[in-house]
């Protein structure tokens, strides 16, 4: 989704959740999209399925194979779905795409950490 919102990415901010979500009632990890064909929701137990070098690598194009970009794209889009919200005290920080997103975070109250990281909002 914010690959597709990255001509807003300065309206933008990712939270940063801790990971301590994982236990609450629940929570199920997806290792792809959610809504995708092939996806499996994994117990948070299961948390070691996850493949984090195609989740968290900078690009998931594969000029040359296109299977390997449709997966490696859906992927990429690996969830944590919490039912019902995310309380405030899980919340440890948000990613900004520019200093100036990142003040516009402060000057609304944002007290957590603000790493700016333009890759992050595709740029």
């Known amino acids: 989704m914010l690959y597709k919102r990255r001509d807003k990415a300065t309206e933008l901010c990712v939270l940063r959740v801790s990971i301590e979500v994982r236990h609450l009632e629940g929570v199920v990890f997806t290792d792809s999209n959610a ?19 195609a989740i968290y690598a900078p690009d998931w194009r594969h000029p040359n194979d296109p299977i390997a970009y449709y997966r490696h794209r859906s992927r990429k889009c690996a969830e944590v779905l919490v039912p019902h919200c995310v309380e405030p005290k899980f919340l440890v920080g948000a ?7 990142a003040a516009k975070l402060a ?4 007290s957590l950490p603000v790493t700016v990281d333009s890759a992050m909002f595709f740029r």
């Open 95 to 101: 990613y900004a795409v520019l200093d100036s997103s």
């Open 107 to 110: 000057a609304v109250g944002f």
């Open 35 to 53: 809504s995708s064909d092939y996806v499996r929701f994994l117990h948070s137990s299961q948390w070691a399925l996850l493949d984090f070098e």
